[in-house]
């Protein structure tokens, strides 16, 4: 098959496979829907209160990179569902091509739809604050936007990376859901210098007008993008060495 072709069978494969694809719509739906409801109800009096306006307006990120992850393990795993791997690789037999593919297609629709998400629950939250909406002049604003993009797309290619290695989308989702939504709080509390280097920690930074901790937006990204390279060599090295 020729370079082209690999890329789009691997486009193929996220729009053919139920899991992966639906999750890849739930990275926008949910957070939509969670924008809708949280802002429309009690934005108004968050606001009032808030701090960062820029930090609360992505209050939905928490549930979009769940769904991120879900993406990134669920269109991998498939590869692993009744000897598919195999079929693939005879069709790719160069291993490093068609895990190039498969990594770049995931980075791709998930920062796409990532950029898209983002927008749309900045200005669907803002619509609901009145005197207190902020528009993309904000400090930080534009960046948060484009930022948490670029952060759900590295959430992905991060359980893409251990997905991988573990070659199951369920060890992969039991490990890194618990470790975001409990054990980084739990990090935090007992060393806050040392959680500020997870990567979910990390990666939001991005999402503040003013970082808290000792990383600026950026910086933190690349904290993310670190953690995410190490999975995919990860799973690099598993494509490689082991068997299909």
């Known amino acids: 098959m020729s370079v082209p072709a690999v890329f789009h069978s691997e486009w193929i494969k996220i729009r053919s496979v139920r899991a992966s694809f639906g999750s890849l719509l739930a990275?926008?739906?949910?957070?939509?829907?969670?924008?809708?409801?949280?802002?429309?109800?009690?934005?108004?009096?968050?606001?009032?209160?808030?701090?960062?306006?820029?930090?609360?307006?992505?209050?939905?990120?928490?549930?979009?990179?769940?769904?991120?992850i879900a993406f990134g393990a669920t269109a991998v795993s498939s590869e692993y569902a009744g000897g598919a791997l195999r079929i693939s690789l005879s069709a790719v037999p160069r291993r490093g091509l068609f895990y190039a593919?498969?990594?770049?297609?995931?980075?791709?629709?998930?920062?796409?739809?990532?950029?898209?998400?983002?927008?749309?629950?900045?200005?669907?939250?803002?619509?609901?604050?009145?005197?207190?909406?902020?528009?993309l002049d904000e400090p930080g604003a534009l960046r948060a936007c484009v930022g948490g993009g670029i952060y759900l797309a590295l959430m992905a290619l991060f359980a893409t990376g251990l997905t991988f290695l573990l070659r199951s989308a369920v060890a992969t989702l039991s490990l890194l859901v618990p470790f975001?939504?409990?054990?980084?709080?739990?990090?935090?509390?007992?060393?806050?210098?040392?959680?500020?280097?997870?990567?979910?920690?990390?990666?939001?930074?991005?999402?503040?007008?003013?970082?808290?901790?000792?990383?600026?937006?950026w910086t933190g990204l690349a904290v993310t993008a670190l953690w995410a390279v190490v999975a995919l060599l990860g799973g690099w090295w598993s494509v490689r060495r082991r068997d299909a």
């Open 180 to 217: 975001i939504l409990i054990v980084s709080f739990v990090v935090g509390d007992v060393a806050e210098g040392a959680a500020g280097y997870l990567p979910d920690r990390a990666g939001q930074q991005v999402l503040h007008q003013t970082p808290v901790g000792g990383l600026d937006p």
């Open 101 to 135: 593919a498969k990594t770049a297609i995931v980075a791709v629709t998930a920062f796409v739809v990532g950029i898209v998400t983002a927008f749309a629950t900045f200005f669907t939250g803002q619509a609901f604050l009145g005197e207190y909406a902020i528009d």
């Open 27 to 68: 990275i926008f739906a949910a957070t939509l829907a969670i924008t809708l409801l949280v802002f429309a109800t009690v934005g108004r009096a968050e606001a009032e209160g808030g701090e960062d306006p820029v930090f609360g307006a992505f209050y939905a990120i928490n549930f979009a990179q769940i769904a991120a």
